[in-house]
């Protein structure tokens, strides 16, 4: 079993930035592809970005790549999640995911509002 808590969210206005941060327990994420989703009102949860257990290889939704930066600290046991240059359609919950092919563990999620 993996937990995971994120924190970092807040209300923030247009071009600012924001740094996520997913910690876990239960075990090492080492071995796990970790990724941040994001859930706004009436859409469904989407990819933003994950990284590899190694963090030599990231994606990036579409609409994040050069503003969204994905990064990992395995001794830490813990993910970020840098946003620069917010905009309004980021806001949403941003949800932090451990992903293995014998299962996938979820955080509560964490709230980001970007308006002016």
């Known amino acids: 079993q993996v937990q995971l808590v994120e924190s970092g969210g807040g209300l923030v206005q247009p071009g600012e930035s924001l740094r996520l941060s997913c910690a876990a327990s239960?075990?090492?994420?080492?071995?796990?592809?970790m990724g941040w989703y994001r859930q706004a009102p009436g859409k469904q949860r989407e990819l933003v970005a994950n990284i590899i257990y190694g963090a030599t290889s990231a994606n990036y939704a579409d609409s994040v790549k050069g503003r969204f930066t994905i990064s990992r600290d395995n001794a830490k046991n813990t993910v970020y999640l840098q946003m620069d240059s917010l905009k309004p359609e980021d806001t949403a919950v941003y949800y932090c995911?451990?992903?293995?092919?014998?299962?996938?563990?979820w955080g509560q999620g964490t709230q980001v509002t970007v308006s002016s």
């Open positions: 239960g075990r090492s994420i080492f071995s796990f592809r």
């Open positions: 995911n451990a992903f293995l092919i014998t299962g996938s563990y």
